[in-house]
């Protein structure tokens, strides 16, 4: 069993830049897939970005790519999720998650079995 908690969350300017932080605990976080999900009001959850349990496969979405970079750092046991050229459509709450049971990332939630409580990041503009 995992546990996640996000950081770095916030109110930026569009342009700007932010990182999210997830720290695990429990297991480290090479033994899952993560994902990074974000949920605006009224919207479904998404997911923005995922690597392997390697890292050797990433995942990002269309909306995000050239912007978003995910990372993990094995000795903080801490995945981020680097978050330039912010945009209003960027604000939601972000989550991070873990898939027991796959290698590569996958942008469907109902795979992660585990989740952070979520880090709001509001873009104004």
């Known amino acids: 069993q995992v546990q996640l908690v996000e950081f770095g969350g916030g109110l930026v300017q569009a342009g700007d830049s932010l990182r999210l932080s997830c720290a695990a605990s429990?297991?480290?976080?090479?033994?899952?897939?993560m994902g990074w999900f974000r949920q605006a009001p009224g919207k479904e959850r998404e997911c923005v970005a995922g690597f392997s349990r390697n890292g050797d496969i990433t995942y990002y979405a269309d909306s995000v790519k050239g912007r978003f970079t995910i990372s993990g750092d094995n000795a903080k046991n801490t995945v981020y999720l680097q978050m330039n050229s912010l945009k209003p459509e960027d604000t939601a709450v972000y989550y991070c998650?873990?898939?027991?049971?796959?290698?590569?990332?996958?942008?469907?939630?109902?795979?992660?079995?585990?989740w952070g409580q979520g880090t709001q990041v509001t873009v104004s503009s």
């Open positions: 998650a873990a898939d027991t049971v796959r290698y590569y990332p996958t942008k469907d939630a109902y795979n992660y079995h585990y």
């Open positions: 429990g297991r480290t976080f090479s033994n899952y897939a």
